[in-house]
């Protein structure tokens, strides 16, 4: 009987320990390849009608490149480093990159010692359901042209 006992003991603590962990750990959504592929695709549709060439970046919410293409004839080789760095700079500040780029321009200097992040517009946080999951970055010919093709491949996880 006491064998019994114990055993139960021992089992009920398992199950409570395991629920305990449980409790502590946080449900994450996650990007996965075939998102980052439709906002990729869509990106690059928009820049396609402006006659537009350049790269297109997602990354994870850590930073960590998940897809990026370079498209024939980019208008700067340059955009290879650009767009997977602007990305990553709007996962890791969970802003867009263009609030950044703002600080400085409103006198902020002291941003621009944050190394290796880009401080230019084209970088845009993918949010869902409130939690920041990556971030998409465009490089072409302008800035405005970076944030629209950015816009338009964000706008593609909603459909």
């Known amino acids: 009987m006491r064998i019994l006992i114990?055993?139960?003991?021992?089992?009920g603590t398992t199950v409570l320990a395991t629920q305990s962990v449980v409790a502590q750990l946080a449900e994450k959504k996650a990007l996965t390849l075939e998102a980052a592929r439709k906002m990729v695709a869509a990106a690059e549709?928009?820049?396609?009608?402006?006659?537009?060439?350049g790269?297109?970046?997602v990354c994870d919410d850590g930073g960590w490149s998940i897809l990026v293409e370079r498209m024939d004839n980019s208008a700067y080789t340059a955009s290879v480093d650009l767009a997977p760095e602007k990305a990553r700079t709007?996962?890791?500040?969970?802003?867009?990159?263009a609030a950044l780029e703002s600080a400085i321009n409103k006198?902020?200097?002291?941003?621009?010692?944050?190394?290796?992040?880009?401080?230019?517009q084209g970088g845009l946080p993918i949010i869902v359901d409130g939690q920041v999951v990556g971030g998409i970055g465009?490089?072409?010919?302008?800035p405005e042209h970076d944030?629209?093709?950015?816009?338009a491949?964000?706008?593609a996880l909603s459909r």
Do not use: W, Y
């Open 45 to 53: 549709a928009a820049a396609e009608r402006h006659h537009l060439r």
């Open 6 to 11: 114990a055993s139960l003991v021992a089992i």
């Open 107 to 120: 006198g902020r200097i002291a941003a621009v010692t944050a190394r290796d992040f880009i401080e230019m």
């Open 138 to 142: 465009a490089s072409f010919d302008t």
């Open 147 to 151: 944030v629209e093709i950015a816009q």
């Open 153 to 155: 491949g964000l706008a």
């Open 90 to 97: 709007a996962a890791l500040f969970k802003k867009p990159t």
């Open 55 to 57: 790269v297109i970046a």
